[in-house]
């Protein structure tokens, strides 16, 4: 699946072998091209290139700064996980190729005792 983040003009991509659990491993994160926006619009379609099809997932916001060097932490807050039964919002971290969620305490599922 592709991660994308609107930024500017276009969408900063990785690629993920699937969506990252709240509080869960993390994931590899394989930087890709930049994305049209218009991918952020769609809920499905033709991939270029008869390379097969794209379907959204979950959509959402994002709040924080995408910091200008892609080799920086990025560390941003998401809105919009409910429909993955996630707690939201969720902090989303992407460094040294790595992709993690964690739900803020208030929002992490209660521990059984």
Same mark, same amino acid.
């Given at each position: 699946?592709?991660?994308?983040?609107?930024?500017?003009?276009?969408?900063?991509?990785?690629?993920?072998?699937? #969506?990252?659990? &709240? $509080? !869960? &491993?993390?994931?590899? %994160?394989?930087?890709?091209?930049?994305?049209?926006?218009?991918?952020?619009?769609?809920?499905? %379609?033709?991939?270029?290139?008869?390379? !097969?099809? !794209?379907?959204?997932?979950? !959509?959402?916001?994002?709040?924080? #700064?995408?910091?200008?060097? &892609? $080799?920086?932490?990025?560390? #941003?807050?998401?809105?919009?996980?409910?429909?993955? +039964?996630?707690?939201?919002?969720?902090?989303?971290?992407? %460094?040294?190729?790595?992709?993690?969620? +964690?739900?803020?305490?208030? $929002?992490? &599922?209660?521990?059984?005792?």
């Amino acid at each position: 699946m592709d991660l994308l983040l609107e930024d500017g003009e276009s969408c900063r991509t990785w690629r993920l072998s699937s #969506v990252p659990l &709240p $509080n !869960g &491993p993390s994931l590899q %994160a394989i930087p890709l091209p930049r994305h049209r926006l218009i991918w952020l619009e769609r809920t499905s %379609a033709a991939v270029s290139g008869g390379r !097969g099809w !794209g379907r959204r997932i979950v !959509g959402g916001a994002f709040q924080g #700064v995408l910091p200008d060097d &892609p $080799n920086e932490l990025i560390k #941003v807050d998401l809105r919009g996980t409910a429909a993955l +039964h996630f707690p939201d919002p969720l902090t989303l971290e992407l %460094a040294d190729g790595r992709c993690r969620l +964690h739900a803020s305490a208030h $929002n992490a &599922p209660a521990q059984s005792t």
